[in-house]
């Protein structure tokens, strides 16, 4: 069984930062793509930003150059700096993450999300 347990969400003026965290665990063999999505009420789930296993990221236009996505291999852990919130950012915030793991003697990939964090940006 895997798990991606997110923490750092809250509330916070427009402007100020948070930073999110999600750690994976269970029987993972090895962990690829690592990302930050969102949903606001009412609309759809959206990617925020996205690193792969070797570090190279990839963000949403609506936050390039605020947020800064990173992880550390060792910990399993993928973290989402965010500068300057908007109201706009408001929305409850999941991790996924693409990884392997054994399924008997087969390696077998697979993807999971975590549970969400709210994030609350107050005007």
């Known amino acids: 069984q895997v798990q991606l347990v997110e923490s750092g969400g809250g509330l916070v003026q427009a402007g100020g930062s948070l930073r999110l965290s999600c750690a994976a665990s269970g029987s993972i063999f090895s962990i690829n793509a690592m990302g930050w999505y969102r949903q606001a009420p009412g609309k759809q789930r959206e990617l925020v930003a996205v690193?792969?296993?070797?570090?190279?990221?990839n963000y949403a236009d609506s936050v390039k150059g605020r947020s800064t996505i990173s992880r550390d291999n060792a910990k399993n852990t993928v973290y989402l700096q965010m500068n300057d919130l908007k109201p706009e950012d408001t929305a409850v915030y999941y991790c996924h993450a693409v990884f392997e793991k054994y399924s008997g003697s087969y390696l077998i990939s697979y993807e999971d999300w975590g549970q969400g964090t709210q994030v609350t940006v107050s005007s």
């Open positions: 690193i792969s296993s070797g570090g190279s990221t």
